[in-house]
């Protein structure tokens, strides 16, 4: 009898978080470049930690190695690490490891192409800041691309009439910042925290257009970034450059919670795809942040 009643149990908890599942329509990913997640407790940044409390997050979350931007932007969409997708340097435009699989789309398989492929009315959207972005993506699987050509402000007000208009199924926005200000002045400066505000008004943002869209209830907003920094590089294996924020909220998500899952940054694409109900591919490595939600 008790066996039963323990199966019982376990059985309405996956129904009710089938349920809450399913109630998510909508997914948007904010990446911040070069934004560790050192500075989050110091940083002035009023929307980011609204999410935060509103949602469950971690700030020992990390990168793959080496801590640079097209390796982990890849690692983080791709939802495996440089041994498989390839892309093994800063600036990687095509893998210095051949890919262990690629898909029709002639690259390895990302967030993009499993949606497009399980969901093929579903549109999608990417804006990006860094060109670097660019050749790391599925074009031909993503219903709308807008390269933002450096202008992190441009990036987050297209994101938001995007959003608005067009109310994607999934929607990835890169921002640039804070990686420029810490290449140029430095991390863990005035200016990096400064420029943290500024990143945090473009935060807003994206997070206002989703409830002017009429969609918050149906939504789930997940933030991290590629690598933190340290002096004014990174790439290598300080904590500095390896720890970073990750943060999710929305439908589902439990409330002001401190992530206790270890996290790679390749489990950010699996799982964007396990709240969709979308089959991971073979190739991925990454694993569904299970201890966010409900």
Known sequence: MKKLIIASCLFCFALQLNAQVKKVKHIVLIGCDGFGAYAVPDAKMPNLKKLMETGSWSLK???????????????????????????????????????????????????????????????TAVIYSWPGIGPLIEKDAISIVVPGNDNDDFCADTAATIIKRDKPYFTFVHLDEPDHTGHSIGHRTPAYYEQLQKVDIRIGKIVQAVKEAGIEDETIIILSADHGGTG?????????????????????????????????????????????GL????????????????
């Open 232 to 276: 004014k590089g990174h790439g290598g294996k300080s904590l500095d450059e390896v720890e970073i924020p990750w943060v999710i909220n929305g439908v589902g998500v439990k409330k002001n919670h401190e992530i206790k899952d270890v996290i790679i940054t390749y489990d950010t694409g699996a799982t964007i795809a396990w709240i969709l």
């Open 61 to 123: 979350a990390r990168s793959v190695l080496p801590s640079s931007s097209a390796v982990n932007w890849a690692s983080m969409l791709m939802g495996a690490g440089p041994t498989e997708h390839g892309y093994t340097e800063w600036g990687s435009k095509t893998p210095e490891i051949p890919s262990a699989t690629t898909t029709k789309y002639g690259i390895f398989p990302s967030i993009f192409s499993v949606i497009r492929d399980q969901k093929p009315n579903a549109k």
């Open 279 to 294: 089959k991971t591919p073979q190739s991925w490595r990454g694993k569904a942040v299970g201890d966010s939600f409900q």
